[in-house]
């Protein structure tokens, strides 16, 4: 499978609890997001990075949040404390420079937060 | 500012043709796209126009672009049970060249 994969699925955690998402981009896509879909909403961006560097950071992506991507390949989204309001599905996608203008999603990675 | 509507629900017959609707606020866009998403997965690139262009055809979809009144549809031919999802409107603006800003999606229900 050549495609966006996310790991967990799915997490279920108490308040508090810190948690951590995986992605692995298409391998050879130097562009990597985060977003961030809740229930009857359409996702909505959080961060990307080039290669290893993180350029561009929603309002959205609180002081509790922070995302690598350390070797330019997978990245990880940790929430620390999470909170309630926490619960969604927290969507990867994947592009390439020179076509940057197409973003390959993961399935997700849904939290919910009890 | 960066706005994109949509209207929450299509229900259309098998076999009929299905027009989805999208208006967006921001002339900078220079993208707009057509995701897919199924119960519980991500999201499927459908299709996607560039601004200086009125209308792409890819198979069984339509896209029309009316950058006067700022208006994208999407027309899937004769519409299959498997097309029931969410349908989502995404645009990307000028400069930013990184995200991409989604409507709050159609849900289209295809009936027998």
């Known amino acids: 499978d050549t495609g966006v994969s996310q790991n967990p699925r799915h997490k279920i955690t108490k308040r508090g609890q810190n948690v951590t998402f995986r992605c692995d981009p298409i391998s050879e896509h130097n562009r990597l997001y985060w977003y961030r879909q809740t229930l009857g909403q359409g996702p909505e961006f959080l961060t990307y990075?080039?290669?290893?560097?993180?350029?561009?950071k929603s309002r959205l992506l609180s002081d509790r949040f922070s995302a690598e991507r350390p070797k330019g390949s997978f990245s990880t989204l940790e929430i620390q404390r999470t909170e309630q309001g926490d619960s969604a599905m927290y969507l990867c996608a994947s592009s390439f420079t020179l076509t940057y203008n197409e973003q390959f999603f993961g399935p997700g990675t849904r939290l919910t937060v009890l | 500012g960066e706005d994109v509507e949509q209207s929450l629900f299509l229900s259309v017959r098998e076999g009929d043709s299905s027009v989805i609707n999208c208006t967006y606020t921001?002339?900078?866009?220079?993208?707009l796209y057509w995701y897919k998403q199924e119960p519980g997965a991500g999201l499927q690139l459908l299709t996607y126009i560039f601004s200086n262009m009125d209308m792409k055809q890819d198979q069984r979809l339509t896209v029309l672009l009316n950058k006067k009144d700022k208006h994208l549809s999407l027309r899937i031919a004769d519409t299959q049970t498997g097309d029931s999802a969410i349908y989502f409107c995404?645009?990307?603006?000028?400069?930013?060249?990184?995200?991409?800003?989604f409507g709050t999606g159609t849900r289209l229900q295809v009936t027998l």
């Open positions: 921001d002339s900078s866009s220079t993208y």
């Open positions: 995404a645009e990307i603006f000028t400069g930013t060249a990184s995200k991409l800003t």
């Open positions: 990075f080039q290669n290893e560097a993180q350029l561009e």
